[in-house]
């Protein structure tokens, strides 16, 4: 056991989880996550904002992006109660066609997606992407906010976050560091 409040190496490190291309990668400094302003699919304007005591996947994605097409029903599962305690936020990075949007999640089979658009940046800003609270390192990437409302970690490409190792990453950030 270690003194005070340190803690082993090994409790600080979630449990590694990776795709064919990309792998779960931890974001130090830590950085809380501001109310989101976005359009919801009835373009009409929301503030969001993960909730505390709850592990959030926020999904930047777009509809030129092919592996968006296999992400997105991933997101849909999760979203429907694949794993307890978890919010998904799905935000649309290429545009503000609702219309658009809407028929990409119809066409793919998402079309009740808890799913916004971005028209203000606020989550990702083109015009300026190091102003950007989401950086976009590849589309689409997903990040986990833990439950005190910091980043804490991303994976770009399509992520199967209901596969064992998904769960196991999730469920270190419900129970683990950060908390």
């Known amino acids: 056991m270690l003194p005070g409040n340190a803690r082993s190496t090994a409790s600080r490190w ?16 830590r950085e809380k996550v501001p109310p989101l302003r976005l359009k919801d699919l009835d373009n009409r ?21 092919a592996a968006c097409r296999i992400d997105l029903p991933l997101m849909g599962k999760l979203e429907r109660g694949g794993v307890a305690g978890l919010d998904v936020i799905a935000i649309c990075t290429d545009g503000n066609d609702v219309n ?12 009740n997606l808890n799913c916004f658009t971005d028209p203000y940046g606020s989550a990702t800003d083109v015009r300026d992407p190091s102003a950007s609270k989401f950086k976009v390192y590849g589309m ?9 409302g910091y ?23 419900q129970d683990g560091p950060g908390n």
């Open 14 to 29: 979630p449990p590694v989880f990776e795709t064919a291309r990309s792998q779960f990668t931890i974001v130090e400094p």
């Open 151 to 173: 980043i804490e970690g991303f994976i770009t490409g399509a992520a199967d976050w209901l596969s064992p190792a998904g769960i196991r990453t999730v469920r270190f950030y």
């Open 100 to 111: 658009k949007v809407k028929n990409y999640l119809q066409d793919i089979g998402e079309p």
């Open 140 to 148: 689409p990437i997903t990040y986990l906010i833990g439950k005190t």
């Open 45 to 65: 304007e929301v503030v969001i904002k993960p909730k505390l005591g709850r592990v959030t996947l926020v999904n930047l994605w777009a509809t030129w992006c």
